[in-house]
């Protein structure tokens, strides 16, 4: 079993460069099955997610080439059934995408109930809604959601709680709706614009992604095309809350800032140093991080993807810092993790109070989640002495050889064989 084996205490200093949005390739993936052609997908993450995503789009016809400079093409023009197997999705929460597309172009789709991280109930009730509102009929048997519709027609969906998946999902079904389709109280994240921007590059009529008003006029066909993805606004996140705890000097390239605004407002408010140009920011952290509260929101608000970093950012920092997590009802799961670091957290339901300044030291610990994992990480590079951790397949699923860009940085960091 892979983990990852650091030795803390090193201050990181350097530069490294972001990799393409998982959020965003995960749902671009399965999107490209909406045009009955060839698509070429740039500045793709290497990632397990996309991994998976791509053998289970072989597994129902599609021909997927991964080029060794970070480009997928993706040929969907031999597409043979409609149903995606349980093994080939059970590990990916993203993996309910094709459900709307598959819906959209064939008006069928069977894809067994999403997997991913288990961090409390992520119900796809609002996907539902959306798509039984178009006019499918929507079944769930024996862990199978089964979705048929001899036509799809454009409605006004207004989901109950703002959701990136069901947005996103609704909005694939609706390429090829009679009519428009307008999803209100839609997810604003950066990664829904990415994917309604590469649907609007193969021909589609999206309008008003970002805002909490999205129509889309169906069209009847779409074609091909060449689309590079954002840069992974959380993996930057993570590299500058990285920055902080070591108290290390930082420049992460491939960003866009302005999608980073919340952390770089909570990192300012901690007494990091930042500097931002069009592409990059610098992180410059200190001896004497102060703590904050944060309150986890959808975007523009502080990402909930960014919620374990910084609760071991606040391990380190002066005074008590509260967390208050809105988006996941349990979210805390690695909690027990961090203190076998020495951290010194209460979790009451869905808040979380870090008393800061802990004498973190290296211990055995697992991830329980992919953030969760990122969080040890960081906890980890601030802490005395070794630190093992397991369940690195987690991590995996968001980070390309994070132990790689992080040794750039300076961190004592490496993979190995080992049992944890």
């Not at 119900?123 to 539902?128: G, T």
């Amino acid at each position: 079993m892979e983990c990852i084996v650091i030795n803390g205490g090193r201050r990181l200093e350097g530069e490294v460069s972001v990799s393409g949005a998982k959020n965003a390739a995960v749902a671009i993936i399965p999107a490209a099955i909406a045009a009955n052609d060839i698509c070429v997908i740039e500045n793709l993450p290497y990632i397990e997610d996309v991994d998976g995503l791509t053998k289970a789009m072989s597994q129902i016809g599609a021909i997927c080439t991964l080029r060794d400079d970070h480009t997928l093409e993706i040929d969907s023009r031999n597409i043979n059934h409609c149903c995606a197997t349980y093994d080939s999705v059970r590990k990916i929460r993203a993996s309910y995408y094709l459900l709307g597309v598959l819906l959209g172009r064939f008006g069928r789709a069977e894809v067994p109930l999403p997997g991913g991280c288990n961090f409390g109930v992520r119900p796809i009730d609002q996907h539902i809604k959306g798509l039984t509102a178009m006019g499918a009929k929507v079944n769930i048997e024996h862990g199978i959601i089964k979705a048929r519709a001899d036509r799809l027609v454009g409605t006004n969906v207004y989901l109950d709680v703002v959701s990136v998946g069901a947005t996103i999902n609704i909005m694939l079904a609706a390429i090829y709706a009679e009519g428009v389709t307008v999803i209100e109280n839609a997810a604003k994240e950066p990664h829904v614009v990415d994917t309604a921007n590469f649907l609007n590059i193969l021909g589609a009529k999206v309008k008003g992604a970002g805002t909490d008003v999205i129509r889309v006029t169906g069209v009847s066909a779409l074609h091909g095309g060449t689309y590079t993805i954002i840069p992974d606004q959380i993996e930057a996140g993570t590299y500058m809350v990285a920055a902080a705890i070591t108290g290390g000097d930082v420049t992460v390239h491939n960003i866009i800032p302005k999608h980073m605004e919340s952390v770089i407002s909570k990192l300012g408010e901690m007494n990091c140093r930042i500097s931002t140009g069009a592409d990059f920011v610098r992180v410059r952290g200190n001896d004497n991080l102060t703590s904050v509260n944060v309150k986890t929101m959808p975007y523009p608000g502080f990402p909930t993807d960014l919620q374990p970093q910084m609760t071991a950012l606040l391990c380190k920092a002066k005074g008590t810092g509260i967390l208050t997590e809105t988006v996941w009802e349990n979210r805390f799961q690695y909690i027990n993790e961090l203190k076998r670091l020495g951290a010194n957290i209460k979790v009451d339901g869905r808040t979380a109070v870090v008393s800061g300044e802990a004498g973190l030291t290296g211990a055995l610990v697992n991830a329980t989640d992919l953030r969760a994992g990122a969080a040890l990480v960081v906890a980890a590079l601030a802490a005395k002495g070794e630190t093992v951790i397991g369940n690195v397949r987690y991590i995996d699923r968001g980070y390309e050889r994070i132990e790689n860009k992080l040794g750039s940085l300076g961190a004592d960091i490496q993979r190995v064989d080992r049992l944890v």
